[in-house]
């Protein structure tokens, strides 16, 4: 028998008195409660802010305002205010900050303040402000950073004020020997009411306006507004038309073609610039529209700004490009000595669309953030990144598929700006490298426009990349009697005459001239006479002078000799 204390004793026989089994029961009860407690208390404290007290210096919350969950919390504030019941918004914001006996008299200003604030500035994402106390996000599983997790702070919209946006956010705070926690607007988003209502509050302006103008009418707006924003937009069309008019004037005072040619380059930009920043500063500084407008108007703005500056680039290095082409409309970069202009302009072409590749991702970026779609409109599915990526893609895979394309000729220069080259058998020179596509000057002056992703895909020869030195061929089909030998004698005399014209100066040295029998069929023979040519953007000229000069000289030998030199039976491809 073992001892333990006098309470109770261990026996043999294996039993065990009553009154101990009691003991332990109530012990292990007691340790079960202990061990619940705290990780509930833990709990509540992970959910909620504990503070002292909550806006003491107010009077009792009214039975309308409903502060246990986010959506009840933001309900009431939205519907005090649509009653102009700013006292009891008042219960709303966290006041601890201001002295109690300031609370009454300030708080019903700062809660109209904000309603106003939030009334222009975030329209709001209503699935964010869930129904429950805990703020938990039930659905959505990984999609979501914190489903399944409670929450005591929700962040409603961020603004730009100054150097560092301010924040409208809600938290739970639970007052020292309250039953329960509440949702306010925290101490630093009231804190921040006076600066963000002066900034996107209603003007002076707006606030002299007779009172039947400031009321609510269609879709939440008032009526200043469904007059404002027609007359908005016809003062914009008129000051677009005035910034168009004194432009032209400038144009017909301009001396020089650079000059006139970067004002039309720049005008349609600095018209798009004068009408963005006439709705930017009537819009921030003389009317601040409410949301359900500014949600549109500031991608707008951004988007105008973005769009002037990729205008004025492209316009400008096109101007910039005729006058490297053809300064003064005489000189052609075709020619062998403008191989460096030739290099140059298509550099230039190659920075002009590096230029607008980044400044289309960067406006992109702008335009994104100035619309805020995950915050304004709740489309949560839009606003993730993969699903906007597919988007966008989707949308712009045609123009920037081409512009990398053009970036690709422009980078290899596989075709420069004013080299010849042999398309589809089209002989013609490289004109412009657009965004788009590939313009090509025919040798009729005729232009053939190639889509940019085409041109890069077909093969094609390039006959200024090749040697200077080239031979260019004239191929005859004449008649198996011809006389070879007279014809290669008047091949010679036809290319001596030729040298000493004007086109004379693109011939090579003539010893590289030879006469070829190089085929032969039913038709007759197929003699290749070969011209050497210095430059073989003038190449086509100069076989074009000596073929007329040689099929001359071949009829006169006909006539001269009584033999025949071409064919009796001409076909289509008798002669090329």
Known sequence: MIKFGSTFRLQSGGFVHKNVLKNVA???????????????????????????????????????????????????????????????????????????????????????????????????????????????????????????????????????LDVIPAEIRLNR?????????????????????????????????????????????????????????????????????????????????????????????????????????????????????????????APLIATGFVTALLLFIVNSVEVLLDELIAPGDDVDLTLAKQADARVLATRLNAAKRVLVVIVFLIGAGVVLSSANLASNLGLSLLASAGALTIVLGFAARNVLGSIMASLQIALNQSARVGDRVLYKDELCHVERINMTFVQLRNWDSTRLIVPVEEFVSETFSNWTLQDPAMLRIIKLKLDPRADVSALRDAFNDVLQKVSDSDTGRNLDDLSGSSVNVADQDAFGIEVWFSIPCKDPNTSWEVACDVRERLVAKAAQIEEESGRHVFPESITAAAMT
Not at 103 to 121: F, M, T, W, Y
Not at 218 to 236: D, T
Request: contains cysteine.
């Open 26 to 160: 109530c012990a292990l009860l007691l340790l079960a409660a202990l061990a619940g407690a705290y990780p509930s208390s833990a709990r509540a404290q992970e959910t909620s802010f504990e503070i002292s007290s909550l806006n003491s210096g107010l009077p009792p919350v009214p039975d309308r305002i409903d502060r246990r969950t986010p959506r009840s919390a933001m309900a009431s504030f939205l519907q005090a205010a649509i009653d102009d019941d700013w006292k009891a918004a008042a219960h709303l914001l966290d006041l601890n900050e201001l002295p109690a006996e300031r609370q009454a008299a300030e708080g019903p200003v700062l809660a109209r303040q904000l309603h106003g604030v939030i009334d222009r500035k975030a329209v709001l994402d209503w699935s964010l402000l869930i129904d429950r106390p805990d703020a938990l996000q039930t659905e959505g599983g990984d999609n979501k950073a914190q489903a399944g997790e409670p929450r005591r702070s929700l962040l409603l919209r961020d603004l730009p």
């Open 173 to 297: 705070v639970l007052p020292e020997g309250a039953e329960q926690a509440v949702w306010v607007f925290t101490r630093q988003t009231v804190r921040n009411i006076p600066a963000l209502h002066l900034h996107y509050g209603p003007s002076s302006l707006e606030q002299s306006l007779p009172a039947i103008l400031r009321n609510k009418t269609i879709g939440g707006l008032m009526w200043w507004e469904l007059i404002g924003l027609p007359l908005l937009v016809l003062a914009a069309i008129a000051l677009g038309w005035v910034v168009h008019r004194i432009l032209q004037v400038f144009w017909r005072r301009a001396n020089t073609r650079v000059t006139t040619g970067l004002l039309r380059a720049s005008s349609i930009p600095i018209i798009i610039v004068s009408v963005t920043s006439l709705v930017w500063w009537v819009t921030g500084s003389i009317f601040v529209f409410s949301g359900r407008i500014d949600i549109f108007l």
